[in-house]
């Protein structure tokens, strides 16, 4: 019986190891900008419906993935929008795993920023790259959440035609770890 019981506690204790050491360095994984704040700036305000910021996206580095990932992704989202689900300001995907930042403006299209071989599907506001924030006048301020996510895959098999939903439901199902920073604007 003693043996037994010495067999489980090594047992136990060699999968507490690999359940920090999986867990322990998706824990460290993290998200920064130096453009962001507890607010957004105008620099990341969207330029229409109403709204008259720069539309740009803010520069975003990360650090401590997990070894098996395979590629990135990072998406913008408003969960306060009065949608009833939401709205997608970005949704960029396919980012090579020897990638660890955007710079600042990479969701323009335009400007080729984005990393070579990434995609920029479309966002809520019907066209793909990145569309800064833009609350109803009046409302309570929104949160912006800005997310990487290591995934273990290389790639989607998506483009970028695909609804931001659509891209949430594979990255959800590949995300190994995520990390999230959250910014506020009100108007």
């Not at 975003?60 to 997990?66: E, F, I, V």
């Not at 990479?106 to 920023?113: Q, R």
């Not at 071989?117 to 912006?144: E, L, N, W």
Request: hydrophobic residues 40%.
């Amino acid at each position: 019986m003693k043996q037994h019981t010495l067999h489980c506690q090594i047992a136990f204790a060699f999968l507490a190891v690999m359940l920090t050491a999986t867990f322990g360095q998706a824990a460290n994984f993290t998200l920064f900008s130096k453009d962001l704040g507890g607010q957004l700036s105008d620099r990341q305000v969207f330029s229409g419906f109403g709204c008259t910021g720069k539309n740009i996206s803010p520069e975003l580095r990360w650090q401590n993935a997990p070894s098996e990932t395979k590629s990135f992704a990072v998406t913008v989202y408003d969960p306060d929008a009065p949608t009833g689900s939401g709205w997608w300001h970005w949704v960029v995907f396919n980012i090579p795993a020897s990638v660890n930042q955007l710079t600042a403006d990479a969701g323009n299209p335009l400007k080729s920023l984005a990393p070579k071989g990434s995609v920029q599907s479309i966002t809520d506001y019907g066209k793909s790259g990145f569309g800064g924030a833009c609350p109803p006048m009046g409302d309570k301020p929104h949160r912006y959440v800005f997310t990487v996510y290591a995934l273990k895959v290389e790639k989607l098999d998506l483009d970028s035609a695909s609804p931001p939903a659509m891209v949430g439901y594979y990255l959800n199902q590949n995300a190994l770890a995520k990390a999230s920073l959250i910014s506020y604007y009100g108007r």
